[in-house]
């Protein structure tokens, strides 16, 4: 697999709450953050390590071999840092397709969650 994109943030909550969000993004209905697009299905969970490793399947049907890896490690402070890593099968995806997927993932991660926890 080859790295496709990564990005590394601090999310306010500590790593286990973190994880919890990540493996059951269902978990508080009042706060749902997992909003996908039509081109996306819901990710799998296919390996965890409680508080730092998840690993989801594809987001994406047209690209079914993409995986989202999350490290998650205790920040400075009591929060997360929470660093995500696109990984895809060879041939990449053309810049256009790239950049989208690339985008999705920080949209929902670096925006959608981390606005329910109050950022």
Do not use: Y
């Not at 990984?87 to 256009?96: C, G, N, Q, R």
């Amino acid at each position: 697999m080859l790295e496709a994109g990564s990005r590394a943030r601090t999310q306010p909550p500590p790593p286990a709450v973190v994880f919890e969000a990540l493996t059951q993004p269902d978990r508080d209905p009042a706060r749902p953050w997992l909003r996908l697009l039509d081109d996306e299905q819901r990710p799998q969970v296919l390996e965890a390590a409680c508080p730092h490793l998840v690993v989801w399947s594809s987001l994406w049907p047209r690209r079914p071999d993409a995986r989202v890896r999350f490290e998650l490690a205790p920040d400075d402070g009591a929060g997360t840092l929470l660093h995500w890593k696109l990984l895809v099968a060879e041939p990449l995806p053309d810049p256009s397709l790239l950049g989208h997927l690339r985008k999705r993932v920080n949209e929902l991660i670096n925006g959608n969650l981390r606005r329910t926890f109050g950022q």
